[in-house]
């Protein structure tokens, strides 16, 4: 249900923009990002409670991991397929299986729409990323897709062979340019695991620096691939709000109540960002937002004031 409605969403958003030309449809950024978010947990009965790595502590914990899909649109994200992930290892579903799976799934969703969504970039960090991966994402029809790269992965270039941590020491990068506003570098890479493609070195401040791999059908110019990146910012903003305004560590529901309670945290996202589109709230951020939502005594008055009883709320 979580997925019919988000994507009735993302459709409306993406329907107008269409019509209009090559260089409108490039400046709303429009992206498929993937990326997953760990949540610590403690409890033992809690479902798909397993030992994940997690990024914010820098180590193994115990907790939920959720992989998401997010559609970016004019700097807004809408959330997508949204899974927690089962056991992994031998015998299990991994990560790789279960996003083919949530790809194919919402092509095939948005082909009932009219929408061709591999047309759309994709986005992802290289957490479970491979050579095989690629294959079956060209499969599924996607041709662009930009990867952000491991230190400890190996490249040839210009004859000598290192990890890429060596690299991005090594690599003198150019100073920004049209379209790019970091200093960065594109440079073609030979890598034992993906063959040839094209590196794309950045730095965001003065002492730390990025690549990313363009796994994508062709070749992408510098500026291409750091506009497509940009656009995976939304996703690492959608894990914070759910986390930190949402609170959706708080859920402690077991079984199928699970995905029940993610679908109302979803759902009061979607309408935060609704409100925020109207003039009356689009100076508030969506904390500010959700404190007058909390303040409110009649829900029903306030959606009836300020969307005209566009839903059912019975």
């Given at each position: 249900?979580l997925l019919r ?10 329907k107008?923009v269409?019509?209009?030309?090559a ?6 950024g429009?992206t498929l ?5 760990v949540m610590?947990?403690?409890?033992k ?7 994940w790595y ?11 991991d ?14 997508l ?17 279960l ?10 969703d ?8 591999t047309?759309l ?8 990323v491979?050579?095989?991966l690629r ?16 230190g ?16 991005k ?5 150019q100073t ?24 794309f ?8 620096s990025?690549?990313l ?24 903003c ?7 305004i949402?609170?959706m ?16 945290k979803?759902?009061?996202?979607v ?6 589109a ?10 500010q937002?959700m ?5 409110e ?18």
């Amino acid at each position: 249900m979580l997925l019919r409605f988000m994507v009735k969403q993302a459709a409306e958003q993406r329907k107008p923009v269409l019509s209009k030309s090559a260089a409108t449809r490039s400046r709303a950024g429009m992206t498929l990002s993937i990326d997953n978010s760990v949540m610590d947990r403690f409890g033992k009965l809690l479902r798909c409670t397993w030992n994940w790595y997690s990024g914010r502590y820098h180590k193994v914990i115990r907790g939920q991991d959720l992989l998401g899909i997010v559609f970016t649109i004019n700097h807004i994200a809408f959330p997508l397929p949204l899974l927690f992930c089962p056991k992994q290892g031998r015998y299990h579903t991994n990560k790789a299986d279960l996003l083919i799976f949530m790809l194919t799934q919402l092509k095939d969703d948005f082909d009932r729409e009219g929408i061709d969504i591999t047309q759309l970039p994709l986005t992802m960090d290289s957490a479970f990323v491979s050579q095989e991966l690629r294959q079956r994402l060209h499969q599924l029809g996607f041709t662009q897709i930009i990867i952000a790269g491991k230190g400890n992965y190996v490249f040839t270039i210009h004859g000598k062979k290192q990890a890429a941590l060596a690299w991005k020491k090594a690599l003198i990068l150019q100073t920004p340019t049209w379209g790019i506003d970091v200093p960065s570098r594109r440079i073609w890479g030979q890598s034992p695991t993906f063959g040839s493609l094209i590196l794309f070195f950045f730095r965001k401040s003065t002492t730390r620096s990025y690549y990313l791999m363009n796994f994508s059908q062709e070749a992408l110019r510098g500026a291409e691939i750091w506009h497509i990146w940009r656009q995976h910012h939304g996703i690492e903003c959608f894990w914070k709000m759910l986390k930190s305004i949402f609170h959706m560590r708080s859920m402690q529901l077991q079984g199928d109540g699970l995905y029940t309670a993610l679908l109302i945290k979803v759902l009061a996202y979607v309408l935060a960002l609704r409100l925020q589109a109207h003039r009356a709230f689009s100076k508030l951020t969506l904390t500010q937002i959700m404190r007058q939502l909390s303040r409110e005594e009649d829900l029903r008055d306030f959606l009836t004031t300020h969307f005209h009883d566009p839903f059912s709320i019975t």
